[in-house]
């Protein structure tokens, strides 16, 4: 029972060695890219689409619309990363199903990597939504003397990221081994099944909580009408349509 | 008593007491939560998949926190640096 896959060192030549965290995450990169070229392969437009493209399809317009309701703005630029990393996180958390895998995200590396590009990634969206000037003065609202506590807000929520999927995948980990030395029969399994669905919220949580965090940079003033606009169901298409029309 | 022996006993005394205390306030608030946004649901069925997503994440938040505590008692247990240096340490 390891604290981390760090630990578990498959081959070393020198300085040069491979651990069981990079093959996992390999594996699981080889996963995606094979499935996403082979599934995008033969696009059709016709009535007529292979179960790959529909597989894919349903995935893009879902996080299309969850970043589209979360950030209350066109998804198109942060489809790419949102996207990519919550099927990062939701694949190597479903691949548990499968014996001898051990997901990356047991492993606090692969989650602090993830959660520095977050860490990258708002200041990249804010300054190209906003200009570097418009990004650095929401760092002074509402006095110059909250900057301290932005920067430590930054940090801290890294951190918290990085931890709390570590903390659920390493968790579901060890209460699945320690049940299978006390109750090996049947009641692991059922942990093991509520250890899949937790790494799924888990992995919509961290895309959810990314696209907070770069949405709230990349919108610092503009957004505070429509919080108090009510929102009429007919209307909502409409509304939203002239929305996007405002944008930049 | 020497230092291996105190660092074991207090590594381990302090594990369980940080997770049995750390995880009293999340369950408090994860309650408190689930009630609130039960009883909003109940009044604005319209608007259940926006607060059950809020809930979601609201949760995730709070189990965190818990969380934070499991990974301490972990470190405690597994991977505690003053064990590893008593350990080290020739004639610990």
């Known amino acids: 029972m390891e604290l981390s896959l760090d630990n578990l060192v498959l081959w070393q030549r020198g300085p040069?060695?491979?651990?069981?965290?990079m093959l996992y995450t390999w594996i699981v990169m080889v996963l995606l890219v094979a499935g996403s070229w082979l599934g995008t392969r033969k696009l059709s437009t016709g009535a007529q689409i292979s179960p790959w493209q529909n597989l894919l399809e349903v995935l893009v317009a879902g996080?299309?619309?969850q970043i589209r309701q979360i950030s209350q703005q066109d998804p198109g630029p942060y489809l790419p990363f949102i996207g990519t990393l919550f099927v990062f996180i939701s694949v190597s958390n479903?691949?548990?199903?499968?014996?001898?895998?051990?997901?990356?995200?047991?492993?606090?590396s692969t989650t602090a990597a993830l959660a520095l590009c977050v860490l990258a990634a708002v200041p990249c969206f804010g300054i190209a939504r906003q200009g570097l000037g418009g990004y650095?003065?929401?760092y002074l609202k509402p006095t110059v003397l909250m900057l301290p506590f932005h920067i430590l807000s930054e940090?801290?929520?890294t951190l918290a990221?990085?931890?709390?999927?570590?903390g659920n995948v390493m968790s579901g980990a060890m209460i699945g081994a320690i049940l299978l030395a006390v109750v090996p029969l049947f009641f692991p399994l059922i942990m093991q099944l509520l250890e899949l669905l937790i790494g799924q919220v888990q992995a919509f949580i961290f895309a959810v909580l990314a696209t907070v965090y770069i949405a709230s940079a990349a919108q610092a003033h503009e957004e505070k009408r429509e919080v108090i606009l009510p929102r009429p169901n007919t209307q909502e298409q409409g509304s939203q349509k002239s929305q996007e029309?405002?944008?930049p | 008593m020497n230092a291996v022996t105190i660092i074991g006993t207090v590594s381990i005394i302090v594990a369980g007491l940080t997770?049995?205390?750390?995880?009293?306030?999340?369950a408090l608030a994860q309650g408190r939560a689930i009630t609130q946004a039960l009883a909003a649901m109940a009044q604005q069925p319209d608007e259940a998949a926006t607060i059950a997503r809020t809930l979601f994440v609201g949760l995730a938040m709070i189990e965190s926190l818990a969380i934070y505590c499991l990974v301490v008692a972990m470190i405690l247990i597994f991977a505690n640096p003053f064990w590893n240096y008593v350990i080290a340490k020739p004639g610990g």
Request: charged share 15%.
């Open chain 1, 94 to 108: 479903l691949l548990t199903i499968f014996p001898g895998y051990h997901p990356p995200t047991y492993s606090l």
């Open chain 1, 245 to 247: 029309d405002t944008e």
């Open chain 1, 155 to 157: 940090l801290t929520r």
């Open chain 1, 161 to 166: 990221l990085a931890v709390r999927l570590f």
């Open chain 1, 136 to 138: 650095l003065s929401h």
């Open chain 1, 16 to 21: 040069v060695l491979l651990n069981a965290t």
């Open chain 1, 63 to 65: 996080v299309r619309e």
């Open chain 2, 19 to 26: 997770i049995t205390l750390g995880s009293i306030a999340p």
